[in-house]
C-alpha cells in the first residue's frame, strides 16, 4: 500500500522560506518521477514542481527561481524547499507521482502572511 506523508508546512512572512519534506513508502521510490502540487482554497490542485528519478527539475512558471526540488532515493523522501514565499503560494502541499498518481497523502499547510 503506497502511502505519502508530507511534512514541513507553516506560518511564515512574505519573503520568508520553508522546506517541505515527503516520506514515501509502498513503492519503489528511484524508479518514479515525483511532484509537489499545490491546492490553494477555492481552486484546483495544480502542479507546481517535478523532478525525474535521475534528477532533473521542471517547475511551473510562478516558482521558477525560488522553489528547488530534490530527491534523496535511499531514503524515499521528496523535498521542495521554498524562498522568496509570496502570500499567492498559500496553499496545501502535496506530493505525489508525476504520472499515473497514487492515492494523496494528507497535505501540508503553507500559509505566507505578514
Known amino acids: 500500500q503506497v502511502q505519502l506523508v508530507e511534512s514541513g508546512g507553516g506560518l511564515v512572512q512574505p519573503g520568508g522560506s520553508l522546506r517541505l519534506s515527503c516520506a514515501a513508502s509502498g513503492i519503489i521510490f528511484a524508479n518514479y518521477p515525483m511532484a509537489w502540487y499545490r491546492q490553494a482554497p477555492g481552486k484546483q490542485r495544480e502542479w507546481v514542481a517535478a523532478i525525474t528519478s535521475g534528477g532533473a527539475p521542471t517547475y511551473t512558471n510562478s516558482v521558477k527561481g525560488r522553489f528547488t526540488i530534490s530527491r534523496d532515493n535511499a531514503k524515499k523522501t521528496l523535498y521542495l524547499q521554498m524562498d522568496g514565499l509570496k502570500p499567492e503560494d498559500t496553499a496545501i502541499y502535496y506530493c505525489?507521482?508525476?504520472?499515473?498518481?497514487?492515492?494523496w497523502g494528507q497535505g501540508t499547510q503553507v500559509t505566507v502572511s505578514s
Open positions: 505525489n507521482k508525476r504520472f499515473n498518481l497514487v492515492s
